[in-house]
Structures are given as structure tokens and as C-alpha cells.
């Protein structure tokens, strides 16, 4: 059974609260919904939080299909540390959910569906870190029943299994 929005936000809270991150099935769940419905309901600034911990986790962990050695950064960068370093605080600068957030998202979700190298997910990323309008966070009383989803739209914790 799918979590109520009430539980995903206090799974949220609880996040921001914790010194040590870690990620639960209900906040994977909020992150996966979000990205098949593009609705959010829960308070932007927790939220903000669980997406950049997961940005960093798709961007940072390097695996053997996906390497980071080599992955050179974003135009006038340094380095592909310092074009992650800048996106997360872009991202963690909106004043609300980014009008892309659905599509965020979705790479988090499954960030090398359609990007086969960390450097075409890190231009993928910029790219949607690029807009300057935010959507409105909807109340949850008027948010749709939530519904179980299929166990492949869960994102994957290491951010580079596909």
C-alpha cells in the first residue's frame, strides 16, 4: 500500500531533521510520484532537500557503466565537481518547485533511461535547472487518491542501475 501524503510529508521532515541521510521506501515513493504525476504537494523546503541529496547520488556515484574519472564540467567549470556543486545550490535556490520538477524527476528516478554518460546527465540536469518559474504547491486536500505504482518507476537508490 502506498504511503498517504501526510506520511511521505513527515518522511520528508523527518529527513531534514536526520544527520545521517538516508533515503526510506516512502521518500523513493515521492520522488517516483512526482515524477509520474508532476504534482506536488509537500512543503518546498523539506522537499528541496530529498532532491538534492538524490542529485548528488545520481551525479557522484560512479559505477563501471558509468564513470565519473574523465567526465570533464559544464562550459567555464572547473571541473565536473564543480558544475555538480553549482546545480545542487541552483536547485536548493528556488523559492518553490522549479516548473521542471516533474522532468527532475523522472531522471532521478532513472537517470541513464535516455542520458548514457554522467556528462550528458550533468548537461540534462543543468538544462532543467535552467528555468526561472516555479509551479504552485497544491494542498493536499486537493490532491488525487494516491495510487500504487509499478515497482520499475521506483528510483534506484545508487542512481545508475537501469
Not at 501524503?5 to 510520484?33: C, G, M, P, R, W
Not at 557522484?60 to 545550490?89: D, H, M, N
Request: hydrophobic share 40%; glycine share 4%; with cysteine.
Amino acid at each position: 500500500m502506498p504511503p498517504t501524503y501526510e506520511e511521505a510529508q513527515q518522511a520528508l521532515d523527518n529527513f531534514v531533521a536526520a544527520e545521517t541521510k538516508q533515503l526510506s521506501d516512502v521518500l523513493l515513493f515521492t520522488i517516483s510520484h512526482i515524477a509520474r504525476t508532476g504534482l506536488v504537494c509537500y512543503k518546498w523546503g523539506s522537499l528541496v532537500h530529498l532532491l538534492v541529496h538524490q542529485l548528488k547520488s545520481v551525479l557522484e556515484t560512479p559505477s563501471e557503466e558509468f564513470p565519473i574519472a574523465g567526465t570533464v564540467g559544464l562550459a567555464g567549470e572547473a571541473s565536473y565537481e564543480a558544475s555538480c556543486k553549482r546545480l545542487y545550490q541552483v536547485l536548493g535556490s528556488f523559492p518553490g518547485p522549479p516548473f521542471t520538477v516533474q522532468r527532475l524527476c523522472e531522471l532521478l528516478t532513472r537517470p541513464h533511461a535516455h542520458h548514457k554518460t554522467k556528462q550528458k546527465l550533468l548537461f540534462a540536469v543543468d538544462k532543467l535547472l535552467s528555468v526561472t518559474s516555479v509551479v504552485p504547491e497544491i494542498p493536499i486536500a486537493e490532491m488525487p487518491p494516491v495510487q500504487e505504482e509499478e515497482p520499475a518507476a521506483q528510483p534506484q537508490q545508487s542512481g545508475d542501475e537501469v
